[in-house]
Structure formats: C-alpha cells, structure tokens
C-alpha cells in the first residue's frame, strides 16, 4: 500500500493561515462587543434618560380649563310708587316685588353670578318707607331680587345715609343673612369693612370693591367711616385743595385692591361715580377707571348716571361706565332715557397648567332693558328686555329706542356687541 505524502511547507502555511483568520474571528468579536455594544446600551440608556417613563408621564400637570358667567344690571331706586305697586301686587299686606321682574329672571337664572346696586337703602318698615330725596326701602324689595338670581351687590351709593346709621345697619344685618350673597360697600364695623371676603364659583374666586363719590352732603359720621365707602369721583372743581384730597383717597383704594387683589382670580370694583343724566363719562371717572386698571382691576362696574354709558375696554380690564337705571319711576321724557338702562353679561375663563394660571375676561353681551310703568298711573311696573318679543306691547317706537341706545354704548369701542332685537 502505498502511503499519501505530505508536503510539509504547504502544511506549515495552511496552519499559519488557520490561526490567523481565528485570530481576526476573537479580534472582532472583542471589538464589538468593546465598542458596538457599549454604543448601542449607551444610546438606550441615553434614550431612556429622554423619554419619561409612565411615572412621570402621570406626574406631568395637565391643562384645565373652567369658565363662570357673571351678568350686571344698574340701580335698583325704589321710589314710593314702586313700592306702593308692590304693597299692590301683595293684596296690600306686605310687598311683593317678583312680578315686576319676571322678564329679568327668565334671563338671570342661567349666569352663575348676577350683580345689581341697591341704590336706595333697605333700612326696612320699621323704620318708616320714605321717598326721594331721603330714601328708605322696604327689603322685601331685595328678596325680589334675589329670588331673580341676584348674588352680588353694591351698597355704596349716595343715597347710603338718607336715613340715618340705624338704616344703615338694619341693612347691612338684612345682607348678612343671606346665605352665597356677596353685598359690598356699607359695613356695620372697621372689622367688617377691612375682611377680605372672598366666593368662588366652578374653581373660580372673585371679589369686589365699592366705592360712591359722596353722599349728598350727609356728612358720614365721624368714627364710623364704615358706614359708607367714599372716594369723591366728583370733587368741587373750585376747590382748590380737590387734586390733594383725591390722591389721598386713591392711596386708600389702593391698600384696599392690594389686600385683596393675590387672594382672588376675578377681581371686580362697583363705582357709584359721574354725574347724573349725562351719557359721557366724566374726566375722574375715566381718571378712576385708569388708574383701576393699572392696578389689575379685571372688571369695573358704574352706576349712579341714571342714564346709559358706553362700554369699553382699557387694556385687559372691561370697563362698564354706566349700567344705567335697572327699575325706577324717574319721569319718562321722549327720549326714554331714564328708563332705558343696560344688562351685560361676560364670561370669565380660567386655564390653569400646575402653577401657572390664566384668567381671561371675554363674550361680552350688552342687553338694552325698558323699565315700564303706566305713566298715568304711576303703577304696573315691569323691566322688559329689548331683545323679549314682548317689548311692542311697552315700547311702540323701541326700534328707534333701541338703534340710539346702541349707539351710546358702543361710542368708545364700535366693536363691542349689543344683542339685537327679537325678530
């Protein structure tokens, strides 16, 4: 048998070749697993420590968003034949006031928040009901309103000391009665006056501040300031010490909305300011309004004119200058324009992200109302909105009424929105 020879160099060389490509096999697999691997973990670790896992996902604040519907109307001024009309309206044992503001309160009932100023004061029967100039009013007439949905009330008026502290104090025992009703301006104490009074409404809080010009010369008792809050809006313009005295009272107003102002989302101010029958705003109330609005004032709400004025904005804060008389028996003149008076309506929105809070003030509506009586008898009186079908039945000529109206309260901002007529 002959055997298979070898030649030994060929076989030397086929060795060498085999340990070499095991060497660039081991090299390899080191070096990747060295330094592609490593990579590879690094960047999901990286990716890892970027994406939050479903821990932190849950732990991000989320975005919320809640909104509350506030609607105003103007002076309530309970003259002797609105209140013998309701003595009327209550078989002549007590007062009923409701029907007259049956209208209204078809509206009210769907806002969260609903404002009026008391004009005349509700020092009660016990006292004896009186009529202009020194009024006093039977508070049956704030049941009515409340029965309407009304929740937010100013008490700083000029007519606030027309019958004296006792008046003042029946009043403000009667508001403090009533349970979720905010009623500002007119306190029975320097405690009462100086707390901070704070509601809330779907997550939303909010105050108000209120203030009137004067008080017809009544001069307000000397250690019971509380009785009434002053800020002269309507200083002498003769007096030569006027610029100082209302600088002095605009450092209180401003201690006033300081104390309050980080405690609430909604800040608003009631002015009982201008000067009465006129449909422009006067010098100090634009002055006041500013100056409210420097100060973080989200909404400031005029009274007192007894006529309408327009509606406008100064930067972010809604400025109504006159809401106008909301029921009275001042005399009708061809114009109407006492018994013309305004209902707006503005919703505020709160968008809240963990600490960081929004609020926004917007869908502002204005609503022209009529408040009606029969002329000749000085009775049946009823508060009719313009927008109601029922308004020919009081007003024959309320298309004319209503373009005039319209037109004042959009004389500062000719963008701001009146709700029409009914069809």
């Not at 909105?385 to 901002?413: E, G, L, R, W």
Request: aromatic share 12%; with cysteine; glycine share 6%.
């Amino acid at each position: 048998m002959s055997k298979r020879r070898v030649n030994k160099g060929i076989f030397i060389s086929r060795l060498l070749l085999c340990f070499l490509v095991l060497a660039l096999i081991i090299f390899g697999f080191v070096y990747a697993k060295t330094y592609i691997f490593k990579d590879n973990q690094n960047t999901a670790l990286s990716s890892n420590r970027n994406e939050p896992n479903v821990d932190q996902q849950a732990q991000e604040p989320k975005e919320e968003t809640t909104s509350a519907s506030f609607v105003c109307v103007g002076d309530y001024l309970i003259h002797s034949s609105v209140y013998d009309d309701a003595h009327k309206n209550a078989n002549n044992k007590g007062y009923d006031f409701k029907p007259m503001l049956t209208y209204v309160k078809d509206i009210v009932k769907d806002y969260d928040v609903g404002y009026y100023n008391q004009e005349t004061i509700l020092g009660g029967t016990e006292l004896g009901l009186s009529n202009y100039p020194a009024f006093n009013s039977p508070q049956e007439a704030g049941d009515a309103m409340l029965d309407a949905g009304f929740n937010l009330v100013s008490l700083s008026t000029n007519h606030t000391l027309d019958s004296g502290s006792k008046a003042v104090l029946n009043s403000r025992a009667y508001w403090d009665k009533q349970d979720d009703v905010l009623a500002v301006g007119s306190y029975d104490s320097f405690e009462a006056r100086d707390e901070v009074v704070v509601k809330e409404i779907n997550g939303i809080t909010y105050a108000m501040l209120n203030y009137t010009y004067g008080t017809n010369g009544i001069p307000v008792p000397e250690g019971k300031e509380y009785l009434v809050n002053v800020w002269p809006t309507n200083l002498n313009i003769n007096d030569p010490d006027k610029d100082t005295k209302y600088q002095e009272y605009k450092k209180q107003v401003e201690k006033d909305i300081e104390k309050v102002r980080d405690k609430v989302d909604v800040l608003l101010v009631a002015m009982h300011w201008g000067v009465e029958y006129t449909h422009t705003p006067t010098e100090y109330q634009v002055d006041a309004a500013e100056f409210l609005a420097d100060h973080d004032v989200d909404v400031i709400i005029g009274t007192h004119p007894h006529v309408i004025q327009p509606v406008t904005w100064i930067d972010d804060t809604l400025v109504i200058y006159s809401l106008g008389n909301f029921l009275s028996a001042q005399y009708q003149d061809e114009n109407y324009n006492k018994s013309v008076g305004l209902m707006t309506s503005f919703t505020v929105t709160k968008t809240s992200k963990g600490d960081d809070i929004k609020i926004s003030v917007d869908d502002v509506q204005n609503q022209l109302l009529y408040a009606y009586y029969n002329q000749s008898t000085w009775g049946n009186f009823k508060v009719v909105p313009f927008s109601h079908p029922d308004i020919a039945k009081y007003m024959s000529n309320y298309k004319s009424v209503y373009n005039t109206y319209k037109k004042i309260v959009q004389k500062m901002d000719e963008d701001m929105y009146v709700v029409p007529l009914s069809k």
